[in-house]
């Protein structure tokens, strides 16, 4: 299968500044990467598509500004939690589809103190 | 309404025994369901995915749909501890991409010895 690596796993941060979490498919080129959520205990959810080279789109309720992404290759897809805080905290996963399935990587959890 | 719905766990089975897990969903214009069983702290894995009416059968799972009553349903035989995991039933909606699964809440399995 694909696979899919997210750097940092985990990271923590004080309120107020920004983080910054890399996805990178390794061994397939990704031109869409997909942007998940998971705050403890509950399910995930998508907070936007990034596409190489043109906007991300964002699902209703995500704050564009806050969530910044850039997909500059066709590789590398990139999420910068701006301004972050106690709330931000969660689990965030990025994922691609290669050949119709949905490659997951190992995710990064933000602790904002 | 829950846009994709799990029975509530957690459920207990013991070694050896059978595993069931229910899902339903609310959108009709469902098409791909998907089935992802994700250990604690770590991003999902997927077992399997089912397209077609009926059942779907891979080593000891097997998944089963019911388009007329929203229903998907995943087995696990011959329970094993290491299949404790939370399960999480996803859903993609037809015209969308692969990568945009909605998720349900997740149902959390324990396997005893």
């Known amino acids: 299968g694909a696979v899919v690596s997210q750097h940092p796993s985990w990271v923590i941060c004080k309120s107020g500044t920004s983080v910054k979490i890399e996805c990178r498919s390794l061994?397939?080129?990704?031109?869409?990467m997909f942007w998940y959520r998971q705050f403890p205990k509950q399910s995930l959810m998508l907070m936007a598509t990034s596409n190489e080279g043109s906007k991300a789109t964002y699902e209703q309720g995500v704050e564009k500004d806050k969530f910044l992404i850039n997909h500059a290759s066709l590789t590398l897809s990139t999420l910068t939690v701006t301004s972050a805080h106690p709330e931000d905290s969660s689990f965030y996963i990025c994922?691609?589809?290669?050949?119709?399935?949905?490659?997951f990587g190992e995710g990064s959890r933000l602790t904002v103190l | 309404q829950k846009e994709v719905e799990q029975n509530s766990g957690p459920l207990s089975v013991p070694e050896g025994a059978i595993a069931s897990l229910n899902c339903t969903y609310s959108?009709?214009?469902?098409?791909?369901f998907f089935w992802y069983r994700q250990y604690s702290g770590k991003s999902p894995e997927l077992i399997m995915f089912?397209?077609?009416?009926g059942d779907k059968e891979d080593g000891r799972f097997t998944a089963q749909l019911n388009k007329a009553s929203q229903y998907v349903s995943l087995l696990i035989r011959d329970s094993q501890p290491s299949d404790s995991a939370t399960y999480l039933c996803?859903?993609?909606?037809?015209?969308?991409?692969?990568?945009?699964?909605?998720f349900g809440q997740g149902t959390i399995l324990t396997v005893h010895p």
């Open positions: 994922s691609a589809t290669y050949t119709g399935e949905l490659f």
């Open positions: 996803a859903v993609k909606v037809g015209g969308t991409s692969y990568g945009k699964l909605t």
């Open positions: 959108d009709r214009g469902s098409q791909s």
């Open positions: 089912i397209y077609s009416n």
């Open positions: 061994d397939f080129q990704a031109t869409t």
